[in-house]
C-alpha cells in the first residue's frame, strides 16, 4: 500500500547540503491507521511531503498502490494525486462560496464525473459523516469540527488508496478533537480507509493502531536515542502542503472559474 525504503532527504544551506531525513524505513498496510508522530523540526512535514510528491527525495523510494512516486514527472504525480492520495488539513481549506456538497464534489469535477454521480457519492459521504442535513449550507455556516467532517468527506471523495492528514485536530477544542478522531477511526474499521495521520500531539498518535515516531530526522526504536541532526526548516514542508491545500481549494484561480461553472452547470441538468 505505501512503502518508505530507505528515505533520505537533505536541503541545501548555502553551499553545503543539511540533514533533515535518514534511512527512513516502514510500510503501511492497506486498511491500518497509523500516526506519524513527531515534534517541530522532526521531520515529519518534510516526510509528508515525500510521500505525497511534492518534493523528490534524496535519496530512497515512495511506492504507493506500487508505483513509485518518486520517478513520475510533474504532471504524472498531478494525476496520481487526484486519483490515489487524498488530504486532510489542519485548516480545512474549504472554498467558502461553494456548498458544503460542492465542496466534497469538487475532486470529482476534475476527474469529468458527471453531475449526478458527483452529487450521490458527496451526499452519501456526507450522510456518514454526521452532514446529512447541512449540505447545502456554505463553510462560514458551520463549526470548525463540521468544517473539518466536510474535509473528511472530500479526501474520500476519490476513492484514494491512501488519505494523509496533516494535524487534522489541530484547529480544535480537545472535545471536537476525540469526535474527529473517533470519526476516523469509525472510517477506517467499517470502510477500511488507509489513514496516516501526521501529529504532534502524543494523545491523537496514542489513539492510532500503531505510532511511526521521528526525532531528528530518524525513526525512533524502543529504548534508542538516535544522534540529532540538523533542526528541520519546515518552511519548506510548509510551502509544499501549501501547494495542495491550493489545489484543493480550487486547484487556482482558473481551475476554480471553471470547477463553479461546471458545479452551477450539472445543477441545471
Not at 172 to 177: V, Y
Given at each position: 500500500m505505501l512503502v518508505v525504503?530507505?528515505?533520505?532527504?537533505?536541503?541545501?544551506?548555502?553551499?553545503?547540503?543539511?540533514?533533515?531525513?535518514?534511512?527512513?524505513?516502514?510500510?503501511v498496510e492497506r486498511?491500518?491507521?497509523?500516526?506519524?508522530?513527531?515534534?517541530?523540526?522532526?521531520?515529519?512535514s518534510t516526510l509528508l511531503n515525500l510521500m505525497a510528491?511534492?518534493?523528490?527525495?534524496?535519496?530512497?523510494?515512495?511506492?504507493?498502490?506500487?508505483?513509485?512516486?518518486?520517478?513520475?514527472?510533474?504532471?504524472?504525480?498531478?494525476?496520481?494525486?487526484?486519483?490515489?492520495?487524498g488530504f486532510i488539513f489542519q485548516s480545512y481549506e474549504l472554498i467558502p462560496h461553494l456548498t458544503v456538497r460542492?465542496?466534497?464534489?469538487?475532486?470529482?469535477?476534475?476527474?469529468?464525473l458527471k453531475a449526478k454521480l458527483r452529487r450521490e457519492r458527496a451526499l452519501t459521504l456526507l450522510t456518514r459523516v454526521g452532514l446529512a442535513g447541512k449540505?447545502?449550507?456554505?463553510?462560514?455556516?458551520?463549526?470548525?469540527?463540521?468544517?473539518?467532517r466536510v474535509s473528511i468527506a472530500r479526501s474520500l471523495i476519490t476513492e484514494p488508496a491512501v488519505v494523509f492528514a496533516d494535524e487534522p485536530t489541530g484547529n480544535?477544542?480537545?472535545?471536537?478533537?476525540s469526535e474527529i478522531i473517533d470519526l476516523l477511526l469509525e472510517l477506517n474499521v467499517n470502510l477500511g480507509i488507509t489513514f496516516v495521520i501526521v501529529t504532534h500531539e502524543h494523545e491523537v498518535a496514542k489513539r492510532t493502531k500503531r505510532i511511526i515516531q521521528l526525532r531528528d530526522g530518524r525513526l525512533v526504536e524502543?529504548?534508542?536515542d538516535p544522534e540529532p541532526l540538523a533542526a528541520e526548516t519546515d518552511v519548506a514542508g510548509a510551502d509544499a502542503m501549501g501547494t495542495v491545500?491550493?489545489?484543493?481549494?480550487?486547484?487556482?484561480?482558473?481551475?476554480?472559474?471553471?470547477a463553479d461553472r461546471r458545479l452551477r452547470e450539472g445543477e441545471k441538468r
Open positions: 525504503q530507505q528515505l533520505s532527504h537533505s536541503f541545501l544551506n548555502g553551499t553545503e547540503p543539511t540533514r533533515v531525513l535518514i534511512g527512513i524505513d516502514f510500510r486498511g491500518e491507521i497509523v500516526a506519524l508522530l513527531g515534534s517541530s523540526g522532526s521531520g515529519k510528491g511534492l518534493m523528490k527525495p534524496t535519496e530512497g523510494s515512495i511506492l504507493i498502490a506500487d508505483r513509485k512516486i518518486e520517478k513520475m514527472n510533474e504532471n504524472e504525480l498531478a494525476v496520481f494525486r487526484r486519483t490515489h492520495i460542492e465542496n466534497v464534489e469538487l475532486p470529482l469535477v476534475f476527474q469529468g449540505t447545502e449550507l456554505f463553510p462560514s455556516q458551520l463549526s470548525g469540527g463540521q468544517q473539518q480544535l477544542d480537545t472535545a471536537t478533537e524502543p529504548g534508542s491545500a491550493a489545489g484543493h481549494a480550487g486547484q487556482n484561480e482558473e481551475a476554480d472559474s471553471g
